[in-house]
């Protein structure tokens, strides 16, 4: 029998992913997610698959799934900056609430569990780039501190579970990611950018564009995040591409490849808003064998694709459709 695996956050970004790389490598796949900002269009094609099941379920109250799991991987969490200041308490909870549950649930079924950490336990970094052993520079009480500290609470209860209780975990940072089944309206840069040029608007810089990130195509993250669940490593690891880049330069990019004739306009920066980022590989090259393959041009034109292809309804949704409304939804 194939092994069985438990993905939170499966209609998220990564988590869709995660379950297209997980079903066609021939696991058993659970998908969980309560849609809060997962969008069940990113996994409706697994839907009739024998090899995939899909739970409504809010991983910060107890999580039951009868029959055995091999493998956890915890994704459920807002992740762009305007969702978890729009939902803070529920950002803080699956991070504390829902990881603990998580690692209890990995217990009960002796099962290892990764969980996504992010390049924001980091916060505004003063060691550049970002290396593992980095304790970084985090505001707790500013608005980014909601998932920053949650995520570094998570980190240190996983590692509690490893070391008290022997528990198989892992745990991945993940640095700025893009691709298909991105939201065009969680406020991130890239989908914000995109969505802009398709609806003929400027393009908003906040501050002057100085600030660096270095973003990672999907699949060469899923490719990484396998590696290190199969891998011995308990200690975090960072997986990113470390290509660094401005914003300003990104909106630049962003417009050679929409052919938008829309400017880039200047708004204000956002508080705590980390001014460079770039993620140090050399522990995940080491120990997994892993780097990126994937440039930004290639990525970007991939997604772009995406992007267009959508329907004009999604181009301008702000809202999330519910599971009931879904499920109600006949589809073709
Ligand atoms: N950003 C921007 N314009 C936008 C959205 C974001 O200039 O419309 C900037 C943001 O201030 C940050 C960078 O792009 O410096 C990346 O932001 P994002 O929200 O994608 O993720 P972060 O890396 O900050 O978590």
Not at 33 to 39: A, E, P, Q, V
Not at 52 to 74: A, M, N, Q, T, W
Not at 149 to 156: G, L, P, S
């Amino acid at each position: 029998m194939s092994k069985r695996v438990l993905i939170t956050g499966a209609a998220g970004f990564l988590g869709s992913h995660l379950c297209d790389f997980f079903v066609e490598k021939g696991y058993r796949v659970v998908g969980m997610d309560n849609l809060i900002t997962g969008d069940l269009d990113n996994i409706s094609h697994l839907f009739g698959n024998k090899s995939f099941e899909f739970h409504h379920h809010d991983v910060s109250k107890f999580v039951h799934v009868p029959g055995e799991i091999d493998y956890i991987l915890h994704f459920a969490s807002p992740a762009s900056p305007i969702d978890y200041l729009k939902i803070p308490i529920q950002t803080l909870k699956v991070g504390s609430l829902g990881t603990h549950n998580l690692l209890g649930f990995a217990m009960e079924k002796k099962a290892r569990i990764l969980v996504a950490s992010t390049s924001e336990v980091y916060g505004d970094p003063l060691v550049h780039p970002q290396t593992e052993d980095y304790w970084g520079n985090v505001n707790p009480v500013g608005p980014r501190g909601v998932y920053d500290e949650a995520k570094r609470f998570q980190e240190a209860l996983t590692m509690a579970y490893h070391t008290y209780h022997g528990l198989e975990t892992r745990i991945v940072r993940i640095f700025n990611t893009y691709g298909p089944r991105m939201r065009l309206n969680d406020g991130r840069v890239l989908p914000a950018f995109i969505g802009q040029a398709l609806r003929g608007e400027d393009l908003t810089v906040f501050g002057d564009g100085s600030q660096t990130r270095s973003f990672c195509y999907v699949s060469d993250l899923i490719e990484g995040i396998y590696r290190l669940l199969l891998s011995d490593c308990s200690d975090p690891v960072n997986i990113g591409n470390p290509d660094e880049i401005s914003i300003l330069d990104f909106a630049s990019e962003i417009v050679k490849l929409t052919g938008t004739s829309q400017k880039v306009v200047h708004k204000p920066l956002p508080k705590d808003d980390p001014t460079q980022r770039q993620p140090d590989i050399t522990k995940a090259r080491e120990i997994l064998d892993w780097e990126p393959k994937i440039n930004r041009a290639d990525g970007l034109k991939i997604t772009y694709d995406y992007f267009r292809s959508l329907p004009k309804e999604k181009l301008y949704r702000k809202e999330h459709k519910d599971f009931e409304e879904y499920i109600r939804k006949p589809r073709s």
